[in-house]
């Protein structure tokens, strides 16, 4: 197990150059006369009851043997000096081996103030995600959806029947915010409704365009022979268009392919709360170091600012206003699925 953890973090930094992205396909209409002052932009948003003063994250990646330990002990000193949130790996590992334990600890031992997501696999129950909130002291609790991931990996799990009971149960039996999360195949405005019904409030997207697991469990099979299902799932652009009728009953988060600060502005007016980033901060701390990690959340943070000047966007609420183009795969998803598409292009009006 713990040499899959290592084995995961290798493919997931190889796969970092690879991915592509629906955000291509949404571009934002430029006015030319600007109405606002950049040092009048805020970036606060309001997620799990609470304000954040930032609208992207260190989202889910690693956890459970000596080298992870000591990447999740650099992502959260980045979280701690830039003021981020930052959610762990699954922490099913340390629940199945208590001597991995504090290869998620070090998150909260390495960031005693910041706010933390522990997350957990679909088929743990309550006691489970007590114990991981306990393992990990976290502020919320994720749950991750990755049914073609364990069915891709050779010892993964066959058994989903108790999944929607296991939510059910979390979201009433633990003190702690929940969302439940996907790995990387997005979500369906149906998949939404379900979680709506099971009691969850906050969802992460997750789709397709970053780190892909079929494609990293299929290099782990002897026979290699799953890479028809590489291309499986929604990409993040269309899965925050599927869940547009329901933004008002749930806070979506975004995640699955974002690099870049126009990736994380066109997320943010397609209704997202937050924006999480997985593969971008495990290419930067392993290649460049934590300093100049830091150094580049720093200018991130400025660069999402200027693209809310350039849209005369002073807050986010301002940003989900803003007119967008929406043009090839992702119009024909949205005609196919009845999104009305058109809407986006003169929202300003």
């Known amino acids: 197990m713990k040499n899959r953890k290592d084995d995961h973090i290798k493919l997931a930094d190889w796969q970092y150059a690879q991915s592509a992205t629906d955000f291509d396909a949404i571009r934002f209409v430029h006015h030319s006369l600007p109405h606002i002052d950049a ?91 007590k114990q991981a909130l306990e393992i990990t002291d976290a502020d919320a609790l ?104 329901l933004k008002e009953q749930v806070d979506v988060i975004a995640s699955g392919g974002v690099k870049t600060p126009l990736h994380v502005a066109l997320s943010l007016a397609l209704g997202a709360k937050a924006v999480g980033m997985s593969g971008q901060f495990l290419h930067l701390v392993l290649n460049h170091g934590v300093q100049e990690t830091i150094d580049w959340v720093e200018e991130f943070k400025n660069q999402v600012r200027m693209l809310m000047v350039l849209n005369n966007s002073q807050t986010l609420s301002d940003l989900e206003k803003t007119d967008l183009i929406i043009s090839g795969p992702v119009r024909d998803w949205c005609l196919a699925r009845q999104i009305p598409y058109q809407d986006f292009s003169h929202r300003s009006r």
Do not use: C
């Open 39 to 129: 040092d009048q932009v805020q970036l606060n948003t309001q997620l799990f009851g609470q304000e954040f003063p930032f609208p992207f994250f260190i989202n889910a990646m690693t956890g459970g043997s000596e080298w992870t330990k000591a990447i999740n002990e650099k992502f959260a000193t980045v979280a701690r000096e830039t003021g981020l949130m930052m959610a762990t790996g699954s922490v099913s590992q340390a629940i199945k081996d208590p001597d991995t334990a504090d290869s998620f600890q070090i998150v909260r031992q390495s960031n005693p103030k910041g706010f933390i997501i522990a997350n957990i696999g679909m088929n743990h129950g309550l006691a489970g995600a």
């Open 142 to 245: 994720a749950i991750h959806l990755n049914t073609p991931q364990e069915l891709a990996m050779p010892e993964g799990d066959r058994h989903f029947k108790a999944v929607k009971d296991n939510i059910q149960a979390i979201v009433e039996g633990v003190d702690r915010p929940v969302m439940v999360k996907e790995v990387g195949f997005g979500m369906s405005r149906e998949t939404i409704e379900e979680l709506l019904s099971l009691g969850v409030k906050t969802v992460d997207v997750s789709g397709q365009g970053g780190t892909n697991f079929i494609a990293i469990e299929n290099e782990r099979r002897s026979l290699k022979d799953m890479d028809y299902l590489t291309q499986w799932g929604q990409s993040t652009a269309i899965s925050l268009l599927e869940a547009q009728s």
